[in-house]
């Protein structure tokens, strides 16, 4: 999977004169949390969180008058509190190539260029719905996890188990397990009764961890 096929495109951008207050009232209006930043060529030159622009609003225990407030927030703009050091994917890259770069940076979305065009923005809630998707948590059946052996041929045996159940496997995920020889898999499966599933599978030299519809 590619960031191209979970972003999303033609996002919605700031431009770096606009003032605080029309950038938080833009950001509720279009319910999103972070803009990219063009300036008047198109060209990206930053980008800013509903974070930034809270941070830059003074403290509830300030003791300046709400027309004071009004008037500093009217002052200040997007370009004096935008992050300018853009970290960036491209288009063609793979999505978990995005999410190690959100999670290395500490950043919840980046803004997506084609050749350095903006092209799209992806953000932790798309990864949230990838994440949704490869474990099939909108699908019905039986979610399995099971501590498997870090050895060849493994998935094929496990996937000639539930076959022979007569079940299909609708969604899988590995992860770390609890050592360096051992696998974590997490699993949907239609079309196979749960005892049934929990007992083939004991028998393919794996450890059901949990098991449940």
Same mark, same amino acid.
Request: proline letters at 5%; aromatic letters at 4%; a neutral charge.
């Given at each position: #999977?590619?960031v191209?096929?979970?972003?999303t495109p033609?996002p919605? $951008?700031?431009?770096?004169?606009?003032? =605080?207050t029309?950038?938080?009232?833009?950001m509720r209006?279009?319910?999103?949390?972070r803009?990219?930043v %063009?300036?008047?060529h198109?060209?990206?030159v930053?980008?800013?969180?509903?974070?930034d622009?809270?941070?830059?609003s003074?403290?509830?225990?300030t !003791?300046?008058s =709400?027309?004071?407030?009004g008037?500093?927030?009217?002052?200040? $703009?997007?370009?004096? &509190?935008m $992050?300018?050091?853009?970290i960036?994917?491209?288009?063609d890259?793979?999505?978990?190539?995005a999410a190690r770069t959100? =999670?290395?940076?500490?950043?919840?979305?980046?803004p997506?260029?084609?050749?350095g065009t903006?092209?799209?923005?992806?953000?932790?809630?798309?990864?949230?719905?990838v994440?949704?998707? #490869?474990l099939g948590?909108?699908?019905?059946?039986?979610?399995?996890?099971? !501590?498997?052996p870090?050895k060849p041929?493994?998935?094929?045996?496990?996937?000639?188990?539930v076959?022979?159940?007569?079940?299909? &496997? =609708?969604? %899988?995920? $590995?992860?770390?397990?609890e050592?360096?020889v051992? !696998?974590r898999?997490? #699993?949907?499966?239609q079309g196979?009764a749960k005892d049934t599933?929990a007992?083939?599978?004991e028998?393919?030299d794996?450890?059901? %961890?949990d098991i449940?519809?």
């Amino acid at each position: #999977m590619l960031v191209k096929e979970r972003m999303t495109p033609h996002p919605i $951008t700031i431009h770096p004169d606009t003032s =605080v207050t029309d950038a938080l009232n833009f950001m509720r209006q279009n319910k999103v949390r972070r803009l990219p930043v %063009l300036d008047k060529h198109g060209q990206l030159v930053g980008i800013v969180s509903e974070k930034d622009l809270l941070y830059a609003s003074p403290s509830p225990a300030t !003791s300046l008058s =709400v027309y004071e407030i009004g008037y500093l927030l009217s002052k200040l $703009t997007v370009k004096e &509190i935008m $992050t300018r050091n853009v970290i960036t994917v491209c288009a063609d890259c793979p999505i978990e190539d995005a999410a190690r770069t959100m =999670v290395d940076n500490r950043v919840g979305g980046l803004p997506v260029t084609d050749n350095g065009t903006l092209v799209g923005i992806i953000t932790e809630t798309d990864l949230f719905k990838v994440f949704l998707e #490869m474990l099939g948590a909108r699908e019905q059946g039986v979610r399995i996890s099971l !501590s498997v052996p870090n050895k060849p041929g493994i998935l094929a045996r496990l996937a000639g188990q539930v076959a022979g159940l007569g079940g299909d &496997i =609708v969604a %899988l995920g $590995t992860f770390y397990g609890e050592d360096r020889v051992h !696998s974590r898999i997490t #699993m949907k499966v239609q079309g196979a009764a749960k005892d049934t599933l929990a007992g083939a599978l004991e028998q393919a030299d794996v450890h059901v %961890l949990d098991i449940r519809e």
